[in-house]
């Protein structure tokens, strides 16, 4: 099983960025997906999750600025950040918790507002 997360990078405060994690191996449509991210000093922290039918979490301190989605056909899960703030800077990781027992990390993406 292979996580792999992109589409990180340096946004103003504000601005956007979409979150990708492709994932290979495991049958995402039947599987709920998370995202974690983790600020510098910081430890790894809860972010959003999806499930298998649909239903969403987020961390409160996200809720309403950022989306969590999925493509099954394309084995993708989106994570759409909008409305960024310096607090938001950290490497995001997409998470498979539990895939024929066992937990699966990506390698993580690299988020940077600067302000």
């Known amino acids: 099983v292979q996580l792999q997360a992109s589409g990180g990078g340096l946004v103003q405060a504000g601005g956007s960025l979409r979150l990708s994690c492709a994932v290979s191996?495991?049958?995402?449509?039947?599987?709920?997906v998370k995202w974690y991210r983790q600020a510098p000093a910081k430890q790894r922290e809860f972010v959003a999750s999806?499930?298998?039918?649909?239903?969403?979490d987020y961390a409160d301190s996200v809720k309403g600025r950022f989306t969590i989605s999925r493509d099954n056909p394309k084995e993708t899960v989106y994570l759409h950040l909008d409305s960024l703030i310096s607090e938001d800077t950290a490497v995001y990781y997409c998470?498979?918790?539990?895939?024929?027992?066992?937990?699966?990390w990506g390698q993580g993406t690299l988020v940077t507002v600067s302000s």
């Open positions: 998470n498979l918790p539990n895939w024929r027992g066992n937990n699966f």
């Open positions: 191996g495991a049958l995402l449509r039947i599987n709920t």
């Open positions: 999806i499930s298998s039918d649909g239903a969403t």
